[in-house]
């Protein structure tokens, strides 16, 4: 990897101003730069040239530029890493004075961005939103559903404030604390009048219908996989794969497909009487579900609130295990 020039701490941070930290992070964030630029609204070229002056002054290359061209960006390398933590803090530092000092200030829109796995949604947002709301009427609140790496990305970048969701591998946990609220298994599940809700099942048996997964790539699907080949067999290659709740949902509930999902993305549905768990054992797949913070950042007031009703949520909502923070060095298993 070719390096720059290496200048001294004290250069860096004699030279380096605002608007190279605000273009890093819309790069860090956006991953491309022409997106960056036009969040900006800068040329790409004045984009380039000011992310090839704060990679000047670090002494380092920042970004991993994308295979696909120069315009994409792949990721951020160790060093790019590391300064983007520094970057948000210092950006959010410079908001929240601008803020303070406005006119106005007393009536600005407060928010919050919230991250869910879709397995994780349905079972602990829907109770905490609503109590949220009660409380902080005037807050602008998002929610972004994605799989586990997108969301810990998105939060890692400063793009979300919270994540309900899983641990990673450590290099996607850098810069992120996770606090246990439970730990839920996989389920196997069929419509009412499923043949195989009748009687105790196989999973051999499960293999003559028509499954419905996860997709590649998430720890419930990689869970599937681990469940599968522990007993020889193997996921069947024509399976439906899918990261979206409700057509899984709604094929499971009009067919005789099976669908292997965690509990939480089927609780309510069980509690309903909607759809009917199969009488498989699956012990062994449970996974830590949690919350995810930026180590180093300071929560907002309606962030923190939303952490409080978020462990509520799950106490009323789940058979808890013992809350704690776990180390961000655990690997999923």
Request: charge should be positive; aromatic fraction near 4%; glycine fraction near 6%.
């Amino acid at each position: 990897m070719k390096t720059v020039p290496l200048l001294s701490s004290l250069a860096f941070a004699r030279n380096v101003q605002l608007r190279h930290l605000r273009c890093f992070v819309a790069i860090a964030q956006e991953r491309h730069l022409a997106r960056a630029a036009e969040r900006l609204a800068l040329s790409q070229p004045a984009i380039s040239k000011t992310l090839a002056e704060l990679e000047t002054l670090a002494g380092t290359r920042l970004v991993e530029r994308s295979s696909a061209g120069r315009r994409g960006v792949q990721g951020l390398t160790p060093m790019g890493e590391q300064l983007l933590g520094h970057a948000l803090r210092v950006l959010e530092a410079v908001d929240a004075s601008a803020q303070a000092i406005a006119p106005t200030a007393g009536d600005r829109l407060e928010r919050l961005r919230i991250g869910a796995l879709p397995s994780v949604a349905p079972a602990l947002l829907p109770l905490a939103l609503a109590r949220l709301r009660s409380h902080w009427p005037a807050l602008q609140v998002t929610v972004k559903s994605a799989a586990n790496a997108v969301l810990l990305d998105a939060l890692r970048a400063g793009e979300l404030d919270l994540v309900a969701g899983r641990m990673s591998d450590p290099q996607l946990m850098k810069g992120l604390s996770f606090e246990l609220l439970y730990a839920e298994p996989l389920v196997f599940v069929a419509r009412n009048g499923h043949p195989l809700a009748r009687r105790a099942a196989s999973v051999q048996a499960v293999l003559a219908y028509p499954l419905v997964l996860f997709a590649e790539g998430t720890i419930p699907r990689h869970s599937t996989e681990s469940f599968f080949s522990a007993r020889g067999l193997a996921v069947p290659p024509n399976a439906l794969e899918t990261l979206d709740l409700m057509v899984a949902r709604a094929l499971v509930a009009q067919s005789d497909a099976v669908w292997i999902t965690p509990l939480g993305a089927v609780h309510d549905d069980l509690q309903a009487g909607t759809l009917s768990r199969l009488r498989i054992q699956t012990s062994g797949t449970e996974e830590p579900v949690g919350l995810l913070l930026r180590s180093e950042a300071e929560p907002s007031a309606a962030c923190n609130a939303m952490v409080g009703l978020l462990r509520e949520s799950a106490r009323q909502g789940q058979e808890p295990k013992r809350t704690g923070r776990l180390s961000a060095s655990r690997t999923p298993r």
